[in-house]
């Protein structure tokens, strides 16, 4: 059996613990939100590193996300944040397995 004072303690502990995580929760909510605020481009302009010509570019050549309403532009930073990651580049080890798995398909479709 568990001493009285051992549960107290055990339920203090607890308690603190829910606290904290009631907290980080609480502040990743508020970041998300954070992020579902309309950006302007000179805030992209800073995320992403690109200048305000390049970015220009992007949204005439319909390349990346945006919105524009009343001819302003506004860019969302969670969408901003996919686009950038369409455009990872395969490793040279991720390369030669996808090129072992197609010539391994090749000889399989042959015989």
């Known amino acids: 059996m568990i001493p ?9 502990e607890v308690k603190k613990d829910l606290k904290e995580l009631k907290a980080l929760y609480l502040q990743k909510a508020e970041k998300k939100v954070e992020d579902d ?3 302007s481009i000179d805030e992209i302009e800073i995320m992403t590193g690109f ?4 970015l220009y570019g992007y949204v005439r050549k319909n390349a990346m996300p945006y ?3 009343n001819g302003r532009l506004f860019f969302f930073k969670s969408e901003i944040r996919e686009w950038i990651k369409q455009g990872r580049q395969k ?5 030669d397995a996808d090129a072992d798995t197609l010539l391994s398909n090749k000889r399989k479709s042959k015989r």
């Open 67 to 69: 919105h524009k309403v």
């Open 51 to 54: 200048a305000k010509p390049t």
């Open 91 to 95: 490793t040279n080890l991720e390369i």
């Open 4 to 12: 009285f004072e051992q549960t107290q303690q055990d339920v203090a």
């Open 37 to 39: 605020d309309p950006k």
